[in-house]
């Protein structure tokens, strides 16, 4: 109601300053986060230290989410290089794992490591690698991997992975004119 006139609501919904991407994934995290449990027969006979979490799809979604605005990160920084330049790198370095450190270091003759500490972000690094780290496991078989503790410490820790990601990219990719906006789809590898 506008001047109490009633008024139709568009029925469609703009993107805002993030991506799609980073809008359903976290959309889905939170989904998963308040789901109810289920009973899981299957490893009721384990005990529960070796039990993995129930919510374990937090962790793998966080580390998609992660993936995805590294790709931005990695997309706003190579912009300015010569566009062939830029495309052979990120085809050259396309794991997280070498970006974040061989592609990183290459780019910006620095550790993203020592970046997140002199942005006050330097427990977030230890908490990716611990993240990467068991994810990895769990995608190679060992789904206890991921137990109750990395799911709590991967939500609280959230807003502070995405504070850190903020401060990266507007140290590292901010001023770049030629940067694309990180609402923008990634470039065809």
């Not at 919510?55 to 990160?73: D, G, K, Q, S």
């Not at 611990?130 to 991921?146: D, L, P, T």
Request: hydrophobic share 45%; glycine share 6%; net charge negative.
């Amino acid at each position: 109601m506008i001047d109490d006139v009633p008024r139709g609501v568009p029925q469609f919904i703009a993107q805002g300053a993030i991506s799609w991407s980073t809008n359903v994934l976290l959309q889905l995290m939170r989904r998963e986060w308040v789901r109810p449990g289920i009973e899981l027969d299957y490893f009721a006979h384990r005990p529960p230290e070796k039990q993995p979490s129930q919510r374990m799809m937090i962790v793998v979604l966080f580390w998609t989410l992660f993936e995805h605005l590294m790709e931005r990160f990695f997309e706003a920084a190579t912009a300015s290089l010569p566009e062939g330049v830029g495309l052979d790198l990120l085809r050259r370095y396309a794991s997280i794992g070498s970006r974040i450190d061989r592609l990183y270091g290459l780019l910006f003759n620095a550790r993203l490591q020592d970046d997140l500490a002199a942005l006050g972000f330097g427990s977030v690094y230890a908490h990716l690698m611990e993240v990467q780290r068991r994810r990895n496991e769990f995608v190679h078989g060992n789904a206890e991997a991921i137990d109750d503790g990395l799911v709590f410490a991967t939500v609280e820790r959230l807003h502070e992975v995405q504070e850190a990601w903020v401060a990266l990219y507007n140290k590292r990719c901010t001023g770049n004119a030629n940067a694309p906006p990180v609402w923008k789809g990634s470039s065809p590898l």
